[in-house]
């Protein structure tokens, strides 16, 4: 780097009595209007000092991603920005032009957005996308970039940085690739970091991982904004902690006291949502906001014959072959059983295997050895037109429900095609009024108005799209659903009322769940039995407590391990 303009240069050049790398005093955040008019974020204050970390939190839609992204230029071309007092490292950033934030940005604050898949342009090598800011902001040579890279590739904890530089996005596992966007928000060492939802729908381990290289960060004196809507993540690693609701902060302090004693409504219903060592059973949201209220009995309690098997996995095998020519076994020997009326988790990290058996189990992928059966029939061995009378019985509920919809579809005529779908699987005849009640008698299920008819998915919000999605799974009365990932992609309140509806749904009328999922409170939680799984194989099975409080499998030890928890 240039004499007197690197890294070292500028933390030196901070004086001692600098308290805060950012400082924020009355922001105000509006899209469209005259400014000051309508604002989506108003009055929030804050500071973060030098190796400090403040988590904002909140649910989707309080303002805290807008937050971020106005405090470093990038709220958007519409919308207007009010601040008393807007410093990064001791420099007034208010009314910077465009042209100046770009100079200012990655070289005295970083940014590490949620999709890193979607951050990283898929038709370059990560290696180039990290040296970019290097030749932008530096007068390194080419040879001395590449250096870099590779050391702050091994910062972030991937190894054989050689290999590394000339792979891209898709290649790379999703803990990865957060830890390549991290790589390039940091490749010029600034003093400060913004960081969205860094471990959203990340598996449990490689979460931790990212943790524990945002501490060690920390610990190196990086001042770091947090934003997230879990607060068991942010408990491991933020010093203090804003809670942010319709575009407020409704509650700050301390991570520990805050955890420990919140104050505000808002703040305890975040916690009580939080579903890890949550009984099965138990609600962890309501109308009343008392999430912590018991079911009327467990899920588990209502199933009328608990012996009877109604889906069946039997050594079930998938070989997929890679472009090299070589094979990858992804589902390998899997076996296991789902009883009447409960929920069987399966839980396993990224790349398990866990969305391939579920393809399996569904017969939308054919196996290479075993066998699938449904209600005691053979499901995966006989063709699709014998499997059509059984496809009924099967419902499914998949991570993303934006893109499972036809998004030029209406609610209306997502759940018309599948309640009339579900009409002619059962031979019955039909016409319109009995259609649309049928339609409004699902809604009514999922606990939706039916002025969403209207509306197209993508003007809908995140829970309310997985509602729709349960809902369309349950237009053709299954006896089985086959859950995969359902809540991932939600926040954590957002998550708990899915999960309720789930668990009420099967006491009401008997359904047999399979829950896939990464996260294990969600598992611990829902779950009646666990089969956890690795590399394409079942390592361990076993009833839920037994599983959580006595697991035998290493693997699963070291799942448990990492799970963040609250205190």
């Known amino acids: 780097m240039s004499q007197g303009t690197g890294p070292a240069a500028r933390r030196a050049a901070v004086t001692p009595t600098l308290v805060s790398m950012l400082r924020v005093r009355d922001l105000a955040v509006g899209f469209g209007g005259q400014p000051g008019t309508d604002p989506v974020v108003a009055g929030v204050s804050f500071d973060i000092a030098p190796g400090e970390c403040l988590a904002l939190v909140g649910e989707s839609g309080s303002g805290k991603s807008v937050t971020a992204r106005s405090l470093i230029g990038l709220a958007g071309d519409d919308a207007w920005l009010q601040a008393a007092e807007l410093e990064i490292n001791g420099s007034d950033v208010l009314g910077l032009s465009d042209a100046q934030w770009r100079r200012r940005r990655g070289r005295d604050v970083g940014l590490v957005l949620q999709d890193a898949l979607v951050s990283l342009d898929p038709l370059r090598p990560i290696g180039r996308e990290i040296a970019d800011s290097l030749r932008l902001h530096t007068t390194l040579d080419r040879a001395a970039r590449r250096t870099r890279v590779q050391e702050v590739l091994e910062r972030v904890g991937l190894p054989d940085g050689r290999t590394r530089v000339r792979q891209r996005s898709g290649e790379l596992s999703g803990g990865q690739r957060q830890r390549a966007l991290i790589a390039s928000a940091i490749a010029l060492d600034p ?112 199933a009328p014959a608990p012996a009877e098997v109604v889906l069946e996995a039997s050594g079930l095998v998938k070989t997929f072959r890679r472009p090299d020519g070589s094979e990858q076994r992804a589902v390998d020997g899997v076996s296991f059983r789902l009883l009447r009326g409960t929920t069987l988790g399966l839980v396993g990290e990224s790349g398990s295997g866990k969305t391939t058996t579920a393809r399996l189990l569904l017969a939308l992928s054919r196996p290479d050895a075993g066998e699938v059966r449904v209600l005691g029939r053979p499901f995966s061995a006989v063709t699709e037109r014998q499997r ?61 108005p039916a002025t969403l008819l209207s509306r197209r998915p993508l003007s809908l919000s995140g829970g309310q799209r997985q509602r729709v999605g349960i809902a369309r799974a349950l237009a053709s009365e299954p006896q089985i659903l086959v859950c995969d990932e359902p809540v991932s992609s939600l926040d954590v309140t957002v998550q708990a009322q899915v999960l309720d509806l789930l668990d009420e749904l099967q006491r009401e009328r008997g359904l047999s769940l399979l829950l896939i999922s990464h996260d294990l409170g969600v598992i611990q939680h829902a779950s009646d039995q666990v089969a956890v799984m690795l590399d394409g194989t079942i390592v361990e099975t076993g009833d839920t407590a037994q599983v959580f409080t006595a697991p035998r499998h290493p693997y699963t030890q070291s799942l448990l391990a990492a799970v963040p928890r609250l205190g």
Do not use: C, W
């Open 191 to 302: 003093p400060l970091l913004l960081i969205d939802e860094p471990t959203t729908a990340l598996d449990v381990t490689v979460q931790a991982q990212i943790l524990d290289l945002l501490e060690s960060l920390k610990r190196h004196g990086t001042a770091i904004l947090l934003i997230s809507h879990d607060l068991a993540v942010v408990g491991r690693i933020a010093d203090r902690i804003a809670v942010m609701s319709a575009g407020r902060i409704v509650e700050r302090g301390p991570a520990a006291r805050l955890l420990a004693s919140p104050k505000h409504e808002q703040t305890r219903r975040m916690i009580a949502a939080i579903p890890i060592d949550k009984p099965r059973g138990t609600r962890l949201s309501s109308p009343e906001g008392r999430a912590d209220a018991p079911a009327s009995a467990p899920a588990s309690a209502s």
């Open 388 to 448: 059509r009378r059984l496809r009924p019985e099967l419902g499914a509920i998949y991570q993303d429900a934006l893109s499972s919809f036809d998004p030029r579809l209406s609610v209306d005529a997502v759940l018309r095609d599948a309640v009339r779908g579900a009409r002619h699987a059962a031979r019955q005849a039909g016409n319109a009024a009995r259609d649309r009640a049928r339609v409004l008698e699902l809604l009514d299920q999922v606990s939706l």
